[in-house]
Structure formats: C-alpha cells, structure tokens
C-alpha cells in the first residue's frame, strides 16, 4: 500500500482535475502538474492553454506522454505531483502497441520511489454499451484493470460525479 499515492476517477467533465488542483493547492507544497495529453488539432490546443491559463503561473509543468517514471523520479520530497491523466497516458502507450500490463507495473514502481505524494487523475470509462471495435474494447479492459490496480495501492480514492467527490478510500485531506 502506497499511503501517498491518490487516484481520483470519474467520467469526462465530472470535474476530477479541479477536485485533484485543490488537493494539491492545498497542500502548501510546491505544485508539480504532469500532462498526458498532446494536441493533436486547434480545438485540443485551445483546451490545453485554457488549463494552463486557469492552473497560473504557481504550477510547474511537465510534459509526459509516455514516460511517467522519469517525469516522477524528478520530483523531489517539497513537491506535490498530479498526473493527469492516466487515460490519455494509457491511449499514448496503446496507439504504440506496448504492453499496458507492464507499463501498469512500471508506473506503481515509479509512484513508490517518489519523494513527493502522487495524484493520479484518471477516467471511468466503461459505463456505456460495449464498443463494436476491438480496440475500444481492449482500452476499455485495460483502463478498468488499471484503475484497479492503482486504486488497490492508493491510500485515498475518490471518485467525482456532476463534481462532487465520493470517497471511496482513506480521507480527504483536511483542507478539502
Ligand atoms: N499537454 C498538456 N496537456 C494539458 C495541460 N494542461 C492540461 N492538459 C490536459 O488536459 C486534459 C484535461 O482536460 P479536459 O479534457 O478539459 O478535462 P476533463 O477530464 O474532460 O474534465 P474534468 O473531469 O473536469 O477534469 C488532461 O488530459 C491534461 O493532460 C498542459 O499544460 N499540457
């Protein structure tokens, strides 16, 4: 059990990433944001600059697609981390054919040599009709296993619907 590690999940627009900002925010750490994401048309760049405008110049970012594990092990024990998101880090390493299982694995290793606490944003993605493509279902499979993977080390899990939290594990922190 990772007693710093955090997952917070929920569907598109449930406001996941807000409630995971004010959990680091709140911590008076020094305010670490990884990014997953990468824009691959002008409605996605927009997107992303809105957050970056909305999170403000108090956060430094990082930009990681695939490499989850160096952009962690660069963090030191005065930073709060907020990856954000798995999802879109599990599509990345999907669209290049890797093994997710063991890219699951290597992610828990790199959360458990951090020196900083670890936020996990992530997505639920299996409440709808099962995919017609093969693709989608095999996303689908391995998002879910990856949750629950993470979800079984985190020491809090919280799921966000129509943006509010439900504490599925631990406490929210005091400033929440
Ligand atoms: N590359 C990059 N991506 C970013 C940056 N800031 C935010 N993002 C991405 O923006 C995505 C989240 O934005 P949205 O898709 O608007 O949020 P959402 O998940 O639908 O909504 P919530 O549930 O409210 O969080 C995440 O996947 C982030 O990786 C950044 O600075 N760089």
Redesign the pocket.
Same mark, same amino acid.
Request: overall charge positive; aromatic content about 4%; some cysteine.
């Given at each position: 059990m990772l007693s710093r590690l955090s997952l917070v999940t &929920? &569907?598109? %627009?449930?406001?996941?990433? %807000?409630l995971?900002e004010a959990i680091v925010t709140g911590s008076g750490r020094t305010r670490r944001?990884i990014? #997953?994401? *990468?824009?691959w048309d002008d409605e996605m760049r927009d %997107?992303?600059a *809105?957050? *970056?405008t909305d %999170?403000g110049a108090d956060w430094i970012?990082v930009?990681a697609?695939l490499d989850l594990s160096a952009a962690l092990d660069a963090a030191g024990p005065e930073d709060a981390v907020l990856i954000?998101?798995a #999802?879109?880090w599990l599509t990345n390493h999907l669209l290049f054919e890797h093994d997710l299982d063991a890219e699951g694995t290597a992610l828990l290793a790199a959360c458990a040599r951090c020196k900083a606490p670890v936020i996990i944003?992530s997505?639920e993605v299996g409440w709808g009709i099962v995919p017609d493509n093969a693709l989608a279902r095999r996303f689908r499979d391995a998002q879910g296993r990856l949750n629950q993977r993470i979800a079984a080390q985190a020491g809090l899990v919280v799921g966000?619907m129509a943006g509010l939290p439900m504490v599925l594990k631990g406490q929210l922190p005091p400033w929440m």
């Open positions: &929920g &569907g598109a %627009r449930s406001g996941k990433s %807000r995971a944001y990014a #997953t994401a *990468q824009a %997107r992303i *809105q957050h *970056q %999170r970012t930009e697609p954000d998101c #999802t879109l944003v997505n966000v």
